[in-house]
């Protein structure tokens, strides 16, 4: 079974700076692959960036990037450059396959102007 | 390009009732995926459907059914409803059984009084 925790209830951030949402996941498989979401009032579920457990390198995406410690099996995300846009609620997921995931309890994040 | 798209948007039933929830497929995609999601909690995995065929289950009981048609478009049904049983809905669509990435719907709120 997979677990995955996001210990951070809430976050907040002024425009243009930077935060840190954080995530730690727990799974016995080898190959696994972790993801953050993006959820905004809308409800849409949105995919915000993707790593291959395999991959030592850690994904970007334009202002968003990513931490992954395997060993410490870790997955922090990094939104730089905040926009009133990132107000969302943000979700950490893990899974063996794209389609079957285990979600953390999500963040909620404001972006101040 | 068309979507996901879910109806209804919203919905209440009485406990002990039946209901039915739609999911219209993204063009081209051929997997379904189901979330429950509970307020203020990240999304379950109910089930996934691939080429009409069940293709993995969550931890729900069987009273939690589905369907996917030779459009790839897909039915989840829950019978014998709890109060539990409220919550939004997430349907998602992707290609092939697990190496693509997931594209939800904006869910179908189910309210059980």
């Known amino acids: 079974a997979q677990t995955v925790t996001q210990s951070q209830p809430e976050m907040s951030v002024q425009e243009a700076e930077t935060v840190t949402l954080s995530c730690t996941y727990d799974?016995?498989?080898?190959?696994?692959?972790l993801f953050w979401y993006k959820q905004p009032p809308s409800r849409q579920m949105i995919l915000v960036i993707r790593?291959?457990?395999?991959?030592?390198q850690n994904a970007t995406e334009n202002r968003f990037s990513v931490n992954f410690q395997k060993a410490a099996k870790s997955f922090s995300l990094k939104i730089s450059d905040s926009q009133l846009g990132d107000t969302a609620m943000y979700f950490c997921a893990s899974g063996t396959s794209y389609g079957k995931l285990t979600f953390g309890q999500g963040t909620i994040l404001t972006v101040h102007p | 390009e068309t979507g996901v798209t879910q109806s209804p948007t919203h919905l209440i039933k009485t406990r002990g009732q039946q209901v039915t929830l739609r999911c219209s497929s993204q063009s081209g995609h051929n997997t379904v995926s189901w979330y429950q999601q509970a307020l203020g909690q990240g999304p379950q995995f109910i089930f996934q459907?691939?080429?009409?065929?069940?293709?993995g289950r969550g931890n729900f009981p069987p009273r939690f059914s589905g369907l996917q048609f030779p459009n790839y478009s897909s039915e989840l049904n829950v019978n014998a409803l709890e109060l539990d049983d409220s919550a939004l809905y997430l349907c998602?669509?992707?290609?092939?059984?697990?190496?693509?990435?997931?594209?939800f719907g904006n869910g179908t709120r189910l309210t059980v009084t």
């Open positions: 799974t016995s498989e080898n190959n696994y692959y």
């Open positions: 459907y691939y080429r009409e065929e069940e293709n």
């Open positions: 790593q291959e457990a395999y991959k030592q």
């Open positions: 998602a669509s992707s290609l092939g059984q697990g190496s693509s990435p997931l594209h």
